[in-house]
């Protein structure tokens, strides 16, 4: 997330690797296999869930006039799900139940994916107005699975 | 002794000059029983933000106060009085709009968004999903307003939770261990001994990674002015402390 501040950052060594593909994918290239080693050591099954969803363009940054932001990522069911840009929050079931609940998870796929779609720049973008956005933050409550 | 406040509650982390003040402060999650002068201490930090001159402050809490908390001297300007916005959202639902469409409202942006009394608006949906959901709209609005606020110190972010005596139903430890996340600093107030007429309140810090844990007594005196001092933690004991009171009066 570009406004790192403080809530539910990251561990540091996470942060790093993070920050490591993004220098490394700046020319374009694609995501290095070290780093793509290193992310499902991680993450598990959620950074090949992530990575499937990045390639398929998943995620889309919604901003309006106001300048206030969220994302939007069209989960592998055909759901779309809501993420929060400033802290870690996606309106997903597993979120809820693997991350805040039992804290097993350090993100969802959803949120992983939002990280590396902004890493390799391959976010959608889409306008709307200040109310639909109001729209968009009011449903994030958990979507049935 | 204003200013001591404002970085109780900011973590000015006194101890560091060189401190980036780029940043919004992190938020912070104010912690106590009832009665435990949250609500105080809320409103001193709204009134020493509304004097500095940056913005407007925010003020959410289901009622409105009945009184003013007790007095804080000569801060209590009719000026600074009206640069805090008060808003009274009666149910979860109408925080959570209000936080939803915080972006939509014009003038100028906050510099201190300030919750009073959170638990009442968990209590009506005490799922760990929407406890985070309601503490990461606070986040978020809170980040939005830095943002349009620009440069300098952004919107900080404070929350009060009463917390309930220990031994507390574990639902209740589960919520607080979320909003714990949410909010990595915490301050924890405790009703403390005092002298006659006096009411004293010990603040403890937990900057939550940024610093090491301070504490301070608040005391409230019976003409109602509140004084804030230090108190020596290198001890870092919690076992009593009464009738050390090495802290010298301001």
Request: charged share 20%; glycine share 10%; net charge neutral.
């Amino acid at each position: 997330m570009a406004a790192r501040t403080g809530p539910l950052t990251l561990p540091a060594v996470v942060e790093e690797l993070l920050s490591e593909m993004a220098a490394a994918v700046r020319d374009g290239a694609p995501i290095p296999d070290e780093h793509l080693l290193s992310l499902k050591f991680v993450f598990g099954s959620s950074a090949v869930q992530a990575l499937d969803l990045v390639d398929r363009r998943s995620v889309t940054l919604i901003s309006s006039p106001s300048g206030r932001r969220v994302y939007q990522v069209l989960g592998s069911s055909g759901r779309t799900y809501t993420c929060l840009a400033s802290c870690h929050y996606c309106s997903c079931p597993a979120f809820a139940f693997s991350v805040l609940r039992k804290g097993d998870s350090l993100l969802c796929k959803h949120l992983l994916a939002v990280y590396l779609s902004q890493i390799t720049r391959t976010c959608q973008q889409l306008s709307v107005s200040d109310k639909q956005l109001t729209d968009i933050l009011s449903v994030e409550k958990t979507q049935e699975a | 002794m204003a200013e001591t406040l404002r970085r109780v509650l900011n973590l000015g982390i006194a101890a560091g000059p060189g401190k980036n003040t780029a940043e919004a402060e992190p938020p912070l999650l104010l912690l106590g029983g009832p009665g435990s002068g949250k609500t105080a201490l809320l409103f001193a930090a709204a009134l020493e933000a509304a004097g500095e001159g940056r913005g407007p402050v925010l003020f959410l809490t289901r009622r409105p106060l009945q009184s003013l908390p007790r007095r804080t001297g000569p801060a209590l300007e009719p000026l600074r009085l009206q640069k805090i916005r008060f808003q009274y959202p009666s149910s979860t639902r109408e925080l959570l709009r209000f936080l939803c469409s915080a972006h939509e409202a014009r003038g100028p942006a906050p510099s201190l968004l300030l919750l009073d009394g959170l638990e009442e608006y968990l209590v009506e949906d005490p799922g760990s999903q929407e406890a985070a959901y309601l503490a990461a709209l606070l986040l978020d609005t809170a980040v939005h307003f830095s943002h349009r606020v620009g440069p300098g110190r952004g919107c900080g972010l404070i929350v009060a939770l009463q917390t309930q005596e220990e031994g507390g139903d574990s639902g209740n430890a589960l919520q607080l261990a979320l909003l714990q996340r949410y909010f990595p600093a915490q301050c924890w107030l405790q009703p403390d001994a005092a002298g006659p007429g006096q009411c004293c309140l010990r603040a403890s810090l937990e900057p939550g990674g940024l610093g090491p844990r301070e504490e301070w007594w608040v005391i409230f005196q019976p003409d109602g002015e509140m004084t804030v001092t230090r108190r020596p933690t290198q001890a870092v004991d919690t076992s009593s402390h009464k009738g050390s009171s090495s802290g010298g009066q301001p």
